[in-house]
């Protein structure tokens, strides 16, 4: 069981180790989207958009539903927003400490 909690948890670290996926989350924050909106604000061509939004829903990050041709998606669980909120809060304190030994050392 713990082996398999472990591969779980990698495989959805896998799903954030890429920044076109984050920023899909943090575009999703707030409401649902459609594919065609998501890859204009993305900036992503039609199939390297489909390929991560498939990885996402397979790895239950996020959820979609239909509407006639249209798909739209959303984050399946708000809970995996505290957890990307908490590491951006832990990154930026790492870049306040760097730049305050950074700038100790220019002075």
């Given amino acids: 069981m713990e082996d398999q909690l472990y591969s779980y948890h990698a495989e959805m670290c896998k799903v954030l180790s890429h920044p076109k ?3 899909l989350i943090n575009t999703l924050r707030d409401k649902e989207m459609g594919a065609g909106e998501l890859g204009e604000r993305l900036r992503l061509s039609p199939a390297n958009l489909s390929q991560h939004l498939t990885m996402m829903k397979e790895r239950h990050i996020l959820t979609s539903r239909k ?4 798909a739209y998606y959303r ?7 505290e957890a990307f909120d908490l590491l951006r809060e832990i990154l ?3 870049i306040r400490q760097d730049a305050a030994l950074i700038q100790g050392k220019t002075n």
């Fill in 21 to 23: 996926r984050l920023e």
């Fill in 67 to 70: 509407e006639g041709n249209a």
């Fill in 75 to 81: 984050i399946a669980d708000s809970r995996l927003l």
């Fill in 92 to 94: 930026f304190e790492q």
